[in-house]
Structures are given as C-alpha cells and as structure tokens.
C-alpha cells in the first residue's frame, strides 16, 4: 500500500521561502516518477516539477526559475524548494507518484497522490 504525505505547508509573506516534503511510505519500485502539483483556488491542478529515478527533472516553463525539486532516496522523501512566493503561489500543493521511469506533467498519468498541504502567500 503506497502513501504520501506531504508536509511544509503555512501562511508566509509574499518574497518568502519554504520547502514542502513529501514522504513516500511502502513504494517499493525501482523506477518512478514523482512529482509536485498545485491546485490555485478555482482553479485546475498544474503540474510544477517532476523528477524520475534518474535523477533527471522537469518544470513548468512559468516556475522554473523559482521552484525546485528534489529526492533523498535513503529518507523516501521528495522536496520542493519554493522561492519569491508570490499571491498566485496561494494553492493546495500535492505530491504525486507512478512506477514508470518516463515522467509526465499531466496529473492524469499518476497513480498515487498525498493529501495535499495548504500554501497561503499574503
């Protein structure tokens, strides 16, 4: 039974940081993909980074310069580094996983989603 749990989350100010957590439990795969999605209020989920077993990553071209995903492998743990926040930032952000080593922006090709955890820019 495979379980992420994300964690980081908070009210900040606008030009803030924070990193958000992702904890995978019982994934056993070799290969993956993981990745990290946003839902902005009224809004459909985005995708913003992803990242596969090869360590290779890819972003969304509006947030890559802000943003960062990362793994430690030995934690089963995935970040997100999130820079400059801004109000637009405001969402619920989700981690994401699927146990094919082709990685994909579209929430649609994953398999297994956290929670979520609230982010809240002023």
């Known amino acids: 039974h495979v379980q992420l749990v994300e964690s980081g989350g908070g009210s900040v100010r606008a030009g803030g940081s924070l990193r958000l957590s992702c904890a995978a439990r019982?994934?056993?795969?070799?290969?993956?993909?993981m990745g990290w999605f946003r839902r902005p209020p009224g809004k459909e989920r985005e995708g913003i980074a992803v990242?596969?077993?090869?360590?290779?990553?890819a972003y969304a071209e509006s947030l890559k310069d802000r943003f960062t995903i990362s793994v430690d492998n030995a934690k089963n743990t995935l970040y997100l580094q999130i820079n400059s926040l801004k109000p637009e930032d405001t969402a619920i952000y989700y981690c994401?996983?699927?146990?094919?080593?082709?990685?994909?922006?579209?929430?649609?090709?994953?398999?297994?989603w956290g929670q979520g955890t609230q982010v809240t820019v002023s």
């Open positions: 994401a996983a699927r146990p094919y080593w082709i990685c994909s922006m579209l929430p649609h090709d994953y398999d297994y």
């Open positions: 019982g994934y056993t795969y070799d290969t993956y993909c």
């Open positions: 990242i596969d077993s090869d360590g290779d990553t």
